[in-house]
């Protein structure tokens, strides 16, 4: 079992700043890869980010890339999201999600757990 909280949603202006944490607990978190999912209303959730478990490898979907950075701590069992240049159409509840199945998944089915959410609204 692996328990996953995010924090650090919320409201921001198009152009501004977020970062995300998501906390794990119940596994070795450095013995698995992470990923970073969002879901808009009315819309499929979408694959944002991973993060081997090393750290040695990113992946990002293309309308984020040079925008958002995924990074992960293991030492605080934490996986991080810095959201920079916000646009309104990212706006979506973020969910984070542990992948314990190598390699590394970019879609839902390959992820075995996830977190509760936290919203994110950026304004236009």
């Known amino acids: 079992q692996v328990q996953l909280v995010e924090s650090g949603g919320g409201l921001v202006q198009a152009g501004g700043s977020l970062r995300l944490s998501c906390a794990a607990s119940?596994?070795?978190?450095?013995?698995?890869?992470m990923g970073w999912f969002r879901q808009a209303p009315g819309k499929e959730r979408e694959f944002v980010a991973a993060?081997?478990?090393?750290?040695?490898?990113?992946y990002y979907r293309n309308s984020v890339k040079g925008r958002f950075t995924i990074s992960r701590d293991n030492g605080k069992n934490t996986v991080y999201l810095q959201m920079n240049s916000l646009k309104p159409e990212d706006t979506a509840v973020y969910y984070c999600?542990?992948?314990?199945?190598?390699?590394?998944?970019?879609?839902?089915?390959?992820?075995?757990?996830w977190g509760q959410g936290t919203q994110v609204t950026v304004s236009s």
């Open positions: 119940g596994r070795t978190f450095s013995s698995f890869a």
């Open positions: 999600a542990a992948d314990l199945r190598p390699p590394i998944a970019t879609m839902t089915d390959g992820y075995d757990y």
């Open positions: 993060i081997t478990w090393s750290g040695g490898s990113t």
